[in-house]
């Protein structure tokens, strides 16, 4: 068999053209293209379980911003309010403060400590507040707690302060 037959044109070298399998068959086979499509599928369906996801945690965080949101508030609500000792008080947050979440709070104030404190001194409470939502169906709570220190008024109140 003899070579191709190389012919010059200015100063580029060109080969003749051979006819070969690729040239009859231009573009994918059916197979090749059920293949990449599969491929493909796999991947969108992969990429849309990761979307929905993360899209269900972000409406967790939300939920959980919202609540938090709510018991911070509260928590400032009971602080500037007297509340008497070792009474629970209880309410319900409204939909337009909760986002639409059912939810509701209970509080209650414990003498924590009043060594050696007589009238018109300084008593530390303990203020406990638990904040409860539904969500799926289920009943989640946070509780928080702080302390805040007030005047003693009355001998009664001195009185269940714990001595030591």
Do not use: C
């Amino acid at each position: 068999m003899n070579p191709p037959i190389r012919t010059f044109r200015g100063d580029r070298i060109e080969a003749p053209a051979s006819p070969g399998p690729r040239d009859r068959e231009a573009g994918f086979t059916l197979l090749e293209a059920l293949v990449a499509t599969l491929i493909m599928a796999i991947a969108v369906v992969g990429l849309l379980s990761a979307i929905s996801t993360s899209l269900g945690n972000a409406a967790r965080l939300t939920e959980h911003d919202q609540i938090s949101s709510l018991s911070r508030r509260k928590m400032e609500d009971l602080l500037a309010a007297p509340m008497p000792l070792g009474q629970t008080l209880a309410g319900r947050f409204s939909p337009a403060e909760s986002g639409g979440l059912e939810a509701g709070w209970s509080a209650v104030v414990y003498p924590f400590e009043g060594n050696m404190a007589g009238m018109g001194d300084a008593v530390l409470d303990r203020l406990v507040l638990e904040v409860w939502w539904i969500s799926d169906g289920k009943r989640r709570t946070v509780e928080l707690e702080t302390y805040r220190a007030r005047r003693v008024l009355n001998s009664a109140d001195l009185e269940r302060y714990p001595r030591g």
